[in-house]
């Protein structure tokens, strides 16, 4: 049974990127980042530990060893870092990560120039300005010169301690020029990577808003497509549903013009009473047409109201005529609920009359209440409807292929009419399997008190 069912028009949907795409693809970066300094500094231990055992001069007792310490100090760190790096989920997380290799790096570099404070025409200390290049990288401008910051006092420091223990000159313009140089590599390349940062930011804005005004050209496309499939379907309804009705009502309108004086009374009032049925479906269409329009635009009138449930259904029943007979109306006497009394009984019209046309008897109207709401089913018996159009059962002008082929007519307006009228009504309407066969169209309604209690 399914007189409004068929498939809708496809809306294509492209998901514009969201903040989380931006925070996934700068984890993503960060995490390269970090790799590619795990890289550098697997190769700077072994640089490391090469350059210890050819250095040129003979190390006092103790120093050989803590050289060889710092470097084992970074290479277990290093391993360290590897193995955080893989479960680090956050961007916060990857930072708190880098932070704390770039201090193990500064540690490890520092403590070097530290061991080799013996020699003072070593050019050790050049290592230093890897620590302000480690921290552009890593944080840019303000990283480079904070890291710059601490490498330049610990310098300092380390200077003033080789004149203490082994008496070099502490040369003052021999520190600012080694520390002026290593501010300036820190301004230019802090400079350079927080650009790099700005710019590269300002690209991924620039593709984000791309894609997104991609998204909403797609949208509009889909929305455009819609309408035309909306457009032709209505056209390929009013285009039966109007000119059946006129043709017959133009052809009776002729006859009884020309042939009145010889045509029997019998014959007259039949050809009357079919230009009134079909003067009726046309009322009834256009109708629908207002309803609809009306329901869309949010200027469908209601009157809510406490509507008794069973001459409600009684009403709706007595609306199908003849074949009413096959209806059983099982709801409980004195339950109300809050609808409008007239828009309540055109869904029911409309379900009793579904069940009639493509259902089987017998066909009952049942209703429950649970959690203030009121569930009225109408049930049949038929073959119920084919799970591959159940989405599409309220959508506009959407017949199945069983309903097109059969003599009943049909606009497919009369189930999108009745989700339209329970929306207005505070309602809602579905359609579910009935068991063992056939359908059972619902509807959902506020429960009301009764007028005595109110």
């Known amino acids: ?8 028009a496809a809306t294509a949907a492209t998901r514009a990127p969201t903040s989380a795409d931006a925070s996934g693809a700068r984890l993503a970066r960060a995490l390269r980042v970090e790799r590619l300094m795990q890289r550098v500094r697997v190769g700077a231990i072994l640089f490391g530990f090469v350059q210890v055992m050819t250095y ?19 290479a277990v760190g290093t391993a360290a870092v590897q193995l955080a790096s893989r479960r680090v ?8 990560l880098g932070a704390c290799s770039l201090l193990l790096d500064t540690a490890v570099v520092t403590g070097l120039v530290f061991v080799y404070t013996f020699d003072p025409d070593t050019a050790i200390w050049a290592i230093l300005y890897v620590l302000p290049l480690e921290g552009a990288i890593r944080f840019g401008l303000r990283g480079a010169l904070v890291t710059m910051t601490i490498v330049a006092v610990i310098y300092a420091a380390r200077e003033v301690y080789g004149q203490a223990a082994y008496g070099n000159d502490v040369l003052l313009t ?16 802090g400079a350079m990577a927080s650009s790099l940062v700005m710019e590269r930011d300002q690209v991924e804005r620039a593709r984000a ?18 309408a035309n499939k909306v457009t032709q379907d209505f056209l390929a309804m009013t285009n039966h549903e109007l000119r059946t009705p006129l043709t017959t009502i133009l052809g009776y309108t002729s006859l009884l013009t020309d042939r009145w004086d010889v045509l029997p009374d019998d014959s007259r009032r039949r050809f009357v009473s079919m230009i009134e049925r079909q003067g009726n479906r046309l009322h009834s269409l256009v109708e629908d047409l207002l309803t609809l329009s009306s329901a869309r635009a949010g200027k469908l009138a209601v009157v809510l109201g406490p509507v008794e449930l069973a001459p409600a259904v009684d009403d709706a029943i007595t609306n199908n005529g003849q074949a009413a007979a096959d209806v059983r109306n099982a709801c409980p006497k004195g339950l109300w609920v809050t609808a409008d009394n007239d828009r309540l009984c055109q869904i029911l019209v409309n379900y009793v009359s579904n069940a009639l046309r493509y259902g ?13 709401r009121v569930q009225i089913c109408v049930e049949d018996r038929g ?7 159940v989405p599409h059962l309220f959508e506009r002008f959407a017949r199945s292929r069983r309903a097109k082929a059969t003599s009943i007519d049909g606009t497919g307006l009369g189930l999108a009419i009745v989700r339209q009228l329970a929306q207005a009504q505070a309602g809602e309407a579905w359609y ?15 429960v009301a008190v009764t007028p005595d209690t109110a």
């Open 1 to 8: 049974m399914a007189d409004e069912v068929g498939p809708a």
């Open 56 to 74: 040129y001069s003979p190390y006092p007792a103790g120093i050989l060893p803590a050289a060889f310490a710092l470097l084992g100090v970074l």
């Open 89 to 96: 989920t956050s961007l916060p997380a990857v930072g708190r």
């Open 174 to 189: 021999s520190i600012s020029f080694r520390m002026g140089v290593g501010f300036i590599i820190a301004a230019v390349a």
């Open 209 to 226: 808003e791309l894609e997104a005004y991609a998204g909403e050209l797609a949208g509009a496309n889909a929305d455009l497509q819609a």
């Open 360 to 372: 089987k008897p017998p066909v009952t109207v049942v209703a429950t209440v649970a959690q203030g």
């Open 383 to 389: 073959t119920g409807v084919s799970e591959e159009f």
């Open 432 to 446: 579910e399997p009935n068991a063992p066969s056939g359908s059972r169209f619902c509807l959902r309604l506020p």
